[in-house]
DNA sequence: TTTGTCGTTTTGTATGACAGGTTGAATTCG
DNA sequence: CGAATTCAACCTGTCATACAAAACGACAAA
């Protein structure tokens, strides 16, 4: 069945300086050009994730450039999450996760084009809305397991280490439960920069019951979703977003 | 000067299998190694934005790898917007902007794993929060602007890709005005998924009056912006999502 | 039916080459 | 002496080819 649309670029066309002067990185380069190719392919084909995709050397073939520029197409999709490439095996239509976008924040904040606090009122702002849709759509399983993801937060106190893995899961379970995949993938974004600031912040919590005032923020929020209780979840949450923040500020993260 | 980390990859090392089997993209294949190789570099040498990196061939050599490795990997990193590659030049570090999460958001609505209405209820998250931020932090040349992007609006009411674009410059601004980048990337990241829908909405508003009303929306929180208004600006926002989203959803845009 | 083997396909990496663009320094002119 | 110009070195863009490694599919054997 190939029906894939046929776009032969003529070798030797000379044809194709209309306005490439605004962006250099729209539609200048045969690598930029094969990379809309392949999205077109995907679209006009209606792809689903896990489709496969033609071997680099057909797709270079059809559209008369060399394999390498193909590849550096695939790799370039594969970067942003779109496909999936691997050694031997096809290229394959990928859902993007939260890899991709937590590289670029984690750059972004790198070359200090944003701060921590900017990324932290982000996050308040998106996690009072995911408390308030998990607590009307978590399931039991969710809503027990943020339970013991508390527990969990409780005897690993003494670790940091733990307590931050503990942290990251229970602030993306809540995401998850929202039921809404793209704050899933929003918050999942922020665990690379999240993972540079925990320890300033906890290292700051000198004394045990000030430790004990994070995690028992934790055990409201939870409490508050196993309950269905949305106000209190919310009022909960955002307890716990306060108090975080106020802690970098005064540990000086600006 | 050359101070980069020395770390020569012996050709026939046979003992990196220590658990490279959960993710075949993590650590596996010299590109990879190398995006990070890049990355590290970057982190260590502090680089800022528009920085230039090694040439390819510099890159390649200190590392021991070919110049197609090391051209992937820049490629790859030029693709998230983490560099910034043109022909010629070397590669410069670059400020990551809306195009990358913009593409990413359009590939996955389009292999069915996020809904307009899941993107709509983050855009609506996120606005309440950028409409307040804006009021307290608006210039008053953006006050001015957004006052003349409604009247831009109005006059082009007859024609529906002038209202989008006037559409999206609005929010966009108002994003700006909150003085927060990363609210500006996220909200910009939505112009590739909203400029599908918009037709969809805008042409199931039949009557002038329903075009009128959406302007007046528009209106409403531009003169509150304006006048400083914070919870007169998250009302008006407020009603103007539940406005297009009740639009999208009776013209079954489920 | 299941399993093991083998050949084919596809990606991963390397090498070499040349065209075209960019940059910066040397040169020349005012 | 300063500024515009020219030019050469450098760098990226693209191509061709080759071989190794991994995955896949077909086929044969238990």
Known sequence: ???????????????????????????????????????????????G?????????????????????????????????????????RARVAVPDASVLSLVLDHTVHIKQLSIQQIFDVRRTLELRTVSLASLRRSNEEAATLLNLVDD????????????????AFHELIAQASRNPLYSLLIGSFRAATRQTFHIGWQSRRTVESKLESINNH????????????????????????????????????
Chains 1, 2 share one sequence.
Request: glycine share 6%.
């Open 49 to 89: 994730a896990g489709a496969m995709l033609p071997s680099e050397t057909t797709f270079a073939d059809r559209l008369g450039v060399s394999r390498p520029v193909a590849r550096e197409a695939y790799r370039a999709l594969a970067a942003v999450g779109i496909l999936d490439v691997g050694n031997g095996r």
């Open 219 to 254: 055990q409201r929020v939870a409490d508050a979703i196993a309950a269905q209780d949305t106000p209190r979840a919310e009022q909960a949450m955002s307890e716990h977003f306060d108090s975080a923040i106020n802690l970098l500020i005064r540990a000086g993260v600006v």
């Open 1 to 47: 069945m190939g029906k894939a649309r046929e776009l032969d670029h003529e070798t030797g066309s000379s044809e194709e300086r209309q306005s490439a002067e605004e962006r250099p990185s729209a539609t200048s380069g045969l690598v930029e050009q094969v990379i809309e190719e392949v999205r077109t392919f995907i679209h006009q084909n209606h792809l």
């Open 153 to 168: 937060m409780r005897r690993a106190a003494a670790s940091p280490n733990d307590v931050l893995v503990v942290d990251i």
